[in-house]
């Protein structure tokens, strides 16, 4: 069987290494150019340290920052194209979803999946193997069920000193009635090992840049699932696929692609490579754009709509007392008590992070208080000491507010063209009521915490920030969490859903399109876990029908 | 007496050995000897000139980090587990 692998990136490199270990013989398509190994050196070099901006990016295949935005509102959520995709930038925070995520359209908010959380546990248990998750299963399973006797790869991180500080002041007091808990988050980060496992890659040090590169290499990225390919996958970057080809009968036969040298142009040549299957893995809003432009998978005029993020609302303050910020992973708790609840028919669930690295997301922290305090005259011995008093102290709640499916969030083809002459993506995309309820909703409950834990809040949305909106008569703001889904979502049927609970495309019996695309709903997680557990699935499906 | 170390000593908090121990002074020497107190004390504090960091050393190396008692995010391994401890307090 020869498997064509568009994208090798989180899902892609899953795919290719099970087919591969099966007998496959497997090519994978990357647009982006090989991984830059001076990203930590551009990292430490930039003056604003964004997720995207350690890696090298070519003007023939563009990252997300070519996608053409209509508004009303802005994504804001990067990704990028090289190899290893997004997942070299990501956080490496993997908690599941929950039971009850599954359901939203249950709630009248969202869709279903075809798939219950038990359906997807098992690939839960494989993608945690595979990627190497440091969590405890004793702590995870007081909000989520994970089976009894499973144990994860590593065992939890240590948490923050911070974390403890927050922990010792609300774990067990009540907001709208709902008991606090600060639990940790599992963690795609090398720890202590449980007996018979064995880390890939060094123990994390600390070095506090996880997101966007970790110096030695303690977070999982695909390219460690890479180094595990069998010889039966090949890799070619710089590949830019524009077009599938079907027969009358819907088989996928064909997939056109650009292939660069050139990092600065467009230059390219035209190939075809013949395939028995094809499995789309290029992101959400790439793999739509490549059923577009190829007019396949469409019956359901489902392909691009759907569109999801994870709006996130920051709230920043000042401790009562030191407590080191930007030490150690980004996060590693939370308060996980708002994902659920009869509240959700209401207004949107939200998870809460703990940050572990001051303001600097939230405000550009410590450039930002250097400079405020320099601007207000300090000098010498009292901005050292008032530098040390203001960034010690600091910490930063992300929130991570879940958005329904819609169909009117949708990705189509821009009038643009890229550099190779292909359409670029174009994004309408809303925050709905009920998002916008859900943001408010999380700010109380942030503004209740900092009371409980008597901190300063430095929290402002000004008119002029990014993102500004007032809903009822409140100032808000969002940030964007990377996590896009929903554009090729999952159904139980091809009137209303572009791919079955494999991610086979319902109209090509031998087209895949996985990653965060195929998820329903979003939930509160963090989706990257969720998207591995699926794509493992997928490939188990494509190794049985095979056989 | 070195005038660009003391002048950066007075205005930054920090000694004129904690500034040579950086090992920037010639390089921040020349890039802002004359240059306003704010941009050399920005200079000192976030590594940042004229809204372009030079070296990765100047990142590494920014003050602010110093008096907050961390290394620069990126640039240095406390160990496994050493965020659980306590802050470390700034010298002064």
Redesign the interface.
Known sequence: MRAVVVGAGFAGSLVAKVLGDNGFRVLVLEAGAESNEDAVSRYRKALVKSPLVPFRRTAAAPSSDYVVDTGPHSLASPYLRMNGGTGTAWTGITPRMRPDDFRTGDLGRGRNWPLSYDDLEPSYRAAEWEIGIAADADEQRRHVPIPEGYRYPMHALPRTFLDDAIASVVDGQRIDGRELLVVGTPQARNGVPVDGYHPDGQRCAGFASCVPVCPEGAKYTPHRTQRRWSSTVELRTRCAVNRLHADESGRVTKVDYQRYEDDTSGRHTRHSVEADVVVLAAHAIENAKLLLLSGLANSSDQVGRNLMGHPVLLTWGLMPHPIGPFRGPGSTTGIETFRSGPERRERAPFRIEIGNWGWGWSAGSPGSDTAELVAAGLRGTALRQAVAERVSRQFTLQIEVEQEADPANRVTLAAERDALGTPRPSVHYALSEYVKDGLLASKRVSDRLFEMLGAEDHTAYKPDDGHYFEHNGEPLRYWGAGHSGGTHVMGSSPRDSVVDQWQRCWDHPNLYAVGCGSMPSLGTSNPSLTMAALALRTAEHLVSRAR | MDAFVELSA?????SAEELRSTGLVEQYRALAEGAP??EI??LW??G?WR???P??RA??E????K????????????????????????A?
Do not use: C, D
Request: glycine share 16%.
């Open positions: 007075e205005l930054t908090g920090f107190e704010a004390i920005q504090y976030t940042v809204g372009a960091i070296t990765e990142y590494a920014g003050l602010a980090w008096a907050v008692g961390v290394a620069a995010p990126g640039t240095a391994a406390p160990g496994f587990g050493s965020w659980e401890r306590g802050p470390r307090r700034s002064r």
